[in-house]
């Protein structure tokens, strides 16, 4: 693994909601450059996992690293500087400007001119050629001039991944990226997730062990917010508590 250092991990991560342990005691790492897949069952403290990776919410007990650092007690925003940028489960994107100004605003933030929106077409098209860039990254080129509102549910889904992107992130974290879509939609927001994951750190949340059987370079298995398995696809498909919670328990 000393290719693939560890960046996020956890040490005795637990949160407790009024005596309920949605998470308990887990030791959970991320390597870079690697696409590690976060699945369960319903109820398995998956989305508290999440959150108490990128601070919005803090644990009962543990400690979460991020390069080597103590991020226990950071704030979010200052995560999100610092390169750690996760997206929501619901697509949030600019509904009423063009797919073109939505990734710009990202870039504009990223470089300190988030209400710039003032300026002239002119004075902004010195971002066209990184807009361009990231909107072939997932494929929206023929989208550009779209409004946002406009588009299909997947294609909004690929235009807040361009705007994630647009933050030059070193850890990408994916919050139910595939949720609410068709198959059709799921295997073409799969293959883009697989794309832009090269040379990338990315944690994706996902429910459906299938859908990241083909691209996840590592999974870990959550029941009961408590790991139960971890490793490769064929590792923990095979693994019987897994297929006890996938098979003989229900799904989110």
Do not use: C
């Amino acid at each position: 693994m000393d290719s693939h250092p560890a960046i996020l991990e956890t040490r005795g991560l637990t949160r407790e909601f009024s005596g309920f342990v949605a998470v308990s005691d887990v030791n959970f790492t991320v390597r870079s450059g690697m696409l590690h897949a976060l699945i369960g069952p319903n109820g398995a403290g998956k989305s508290t996992l999440f959150n108490l990776l990128t601070r919005f919410l803090a644990p009962s007990a543990g400690q979460i690293f991020y390069d080597g650092q103590d991020i226990t007690k950071a704030r979010p925003a200052s995560l999100a500087r610092r390169g750690l940028v996760r997206s929501f489960q619901i697509s949030s994107v600019f509904p009423h400007l063009s797919v073109h100004e939505n990734v710009r605003v990202a870039l504009q933030s990223k470089h300190a001119e988030t209400f710039g929106f003032w300026k002239s077409d002119g004075g902004l098209s010195k971002y066209d050629d990184a807009v361009d860039s990231l909107l072939a990254d997932v494929g929206l080129e023929p989208y550009a001039q779209r409004i946002a509102v406009e588009l299909p549910y997947g294609r909004k889904r690929a235009l807040e991944l361009a705007t994630t992107l647009a933050m030059e992130p070193r850890v990408i974290l994916l919050d139910e990226p595939m949720a609410g879509m068709g198959q059709e939609d799921i295997q073409r927001t799969a293959q883009l997730i697989q794309r832009v994951a090269k040379g990338r750190t990315v944690v994706m949340v996902e429910h459906n062990l299938s859908v990241v059987a083909d691209i996840s370079d590592r999974i870990t298995v959550l029941r009961r917010g408590e790991i139960i398995a971890e490793g490769d696809y064929d590792t923990v498909s095979a693994d019987p508590e897994v297929r006890q919670a996938y098979i003989g328990g229900s799904h989110d």
